[in-house]
């Protein structure tokens, strides 16, 4: 088990490959590891057995073959297993084909044994829901690993699997990396799949990827995963070098500037601030050349296009359960409010929205004829406490009625959603930008509070600047390495 915790996925790959270990033997072990910690951490939810230990007697090919693997209970179908997104409306529902990214782990040769855990569809930045209950994190069970990808961040940071599978529609994937000690890259728009069963989700601001313990596995499992299908509406071009080559050779000295200042959290933690402090510091040591920048885009407008975005989702979201037969109580109360304003709300914000996205796209244009990255805290906040963001019981029943009673109208007049941007995103105000505009962005596992929790910063690219971005991670790893750490809770 300690060779097994001190091994990245690339490294275990290379040991089943020399017949060192096999398939079989590390799936054991994976799963040795999840029986001992996933009790206190809830990181799996849907165990996958059969399959996977038919692929782990199986001769596998592929890049990471025979290499135990995780993936998300949200748009990761797997053939004859739920996909729930975290909601009771869907717990019956039973996948009839792999997605398309989900094939392309399996390709590489990825034995898949379990889906992690998930907040209902998706929606918030923590990973506690009615259906499956809350993640923790490994580094501290009492406060959140992050979301929506948070059941594969604390899964990956407890060492149960070196790498899971992860999507971002608005920092799912650098968030819960931020909070657990991970990196976690936002690829541009259109690098990565989606299918067959649905298109880019969110008008595009959602991306498959991954959560990892190392950059090398990051570069190497999009290696794998990356590229356009036959059905890609919007494919993007693919780089003529691949990320592993990419992370080989050592960045250009880069110009990169960075803010901590936000107009939704005007106020971010000291731990935040310290953490960008110690990144630009570091990148100045390394020759690149930092400044401090004013924010290139208007955040508080970019927060209410993107939930605008979000209500209309949520309310299409739920209308397509009801088709299957779901109900009131198979929603939550924080899904129900946020799909009645969406619904109430009618297609003009959303519309509005959406024409938005060009004003935050040609801000970071701005920025980026100056500045090669931008540097933010991935969190305002250190992971804040499970349960802390709960919805009280009273106003969950409030919720509950005012869905019923179709006053969404009413809800978005008094204030609900400048209150919704502060609960929800006031913690996490730098990530949606990337998402709005395709941009990629990552996150990176430079900081520790002082109470011991992991801290990210996050950097954000041109579009396109995939590469770059895991080149100086790759270069920040060798300049202060993170893999050492993992969270050894019942080793």
């Not at 996958?48 to 692929?55: G, P, S, T």
């Not at 290499?67 to 019956?92: C, E, H, M």
Request: charged share 20%; glycine share 10%.
């Amino acid at each position: 088990m300690g060779e097994y915790l001190g091994a990245d996925a690339t490294a275990l790959a290379g040991l089943v490959a020399s017949g060192e270990v096999t398939a079989a033997e590390l799936l054991d072990l994976a799963r040795a590891r999840a029986a001992a910690v996933n009790p206190d951490l809830n990181a799996i939810v849907i165990p996958i057995e059969a399959e996977a230990d038919h692929r782990a007697r199986t001769e596998l090919t592929g890049p990471f073959a025979g290499v135990p693997f995780l993936i998300k209970d949200l748009a990761q179908d797997y053939r004859g297993y739920p996909t729930t997104r975290g909601s009771r409306s869907l717990a019956r529902h039973v996948a009839t084909e792999h997605a398309t990214v989900v094939q392309r782990f399996l390709d590489a040769g990825l034995v898949v044994f379990g889906k992690t855990n998930t907040p209902e569809f998706g929606s918030k930045a923590i990973t506690e829901s009615d259906l499956w209950g809350p993640a923790r994190n490994p580094w501290n069970l009492d406060v959140t690993p992050g979301g929506s990808s948070g059941g594969s961040a604390a899964a990956v940071a407890a060492g149960v699997v070196p790498a899971a599978g992860a999507n971002d529609g608005g920092g799912s994937i650098r968030i819960p990396a931020a909070c657990t000690g991970l990196v976690g890259l936002k690829a541009s728009r259109g690098l990565m799949p989606f299918g067959p069963a649905t298109g880019e989700p969110l008008f595009g601001m959602g991306v498959e990827g991954v959560v990892t313990r190392t950059v090398r596995d990051a570069a190497a499992l999009y290696d794998a995963i990356i590229g356009p299908t036959a059905s890609s509406t919007y494919p993007a071009p693919l780089h003529t070098e691949s990320f592993t080559a990419r992370i080989a050779t050592p960045p250009r000295l880069l110009r990169i500037g960075f803010t901590t200042r936000s107009a939704i959290n005007p106020a971010p933690h000291p731990e935040a601030v310290a953490a960008v402090e110690h990144a630009a510091q570091l990148l100045t040591e390394l020759g690149h050349h930092v400044e401090e920048v004013d924010p290139p885009h208007d955040d508080a407008e970019l927060a209410r296009d993107f939930l605008e975005i979000w209500f209309a989702k949520a309310a299409a979201q739920v209308d397509e359960a009801r088709l299957s037969g779901a109900g009131d109580a198979d929603f939550e109360a924080d899904t129900l409010a946020l799909a009645e304003i969406g619904r109430a709300a009618g297609v003009v914000p959303l519309f509005r929205a959406l024409d938005h996205v060009n004003h935050h796209v040609r801000a970071l244009e701005r920025f980026h004829d100056t500045h090669d990255l931008l540097l933010t805290p991935t969190l305002a906040v250190p992971p804040p406490a499970v349960g802390s963001m709960t919805t009280p019981p009273l106003l969950q029943r409030a919720a509950r009625l005012a869905a019923r009673a179709r006053v969404g109208k009413v809800m978005s007049r008094v204030g609900i959603v400048d209150q919704l941007i502060e609960e929800n995103l006031g913690w996490v105000p730098y990530t949606q930008l990337a998402n709005m505009t395709g941009r990629p962005a990552i996150s990176v596992p430079l900081h520790w509070t002082g109470t011991g929790l992991p801290l990210g910063v996050q950097f954000v690219g041109r579009l396109g600047a995939d590469g770059d971005l895991l080149a100086l991670a790759a270069s920040l790893e060798d300049a202060a390495p993170w893999f050492h750490r993992y969270a050894d809770i019942s080793v």
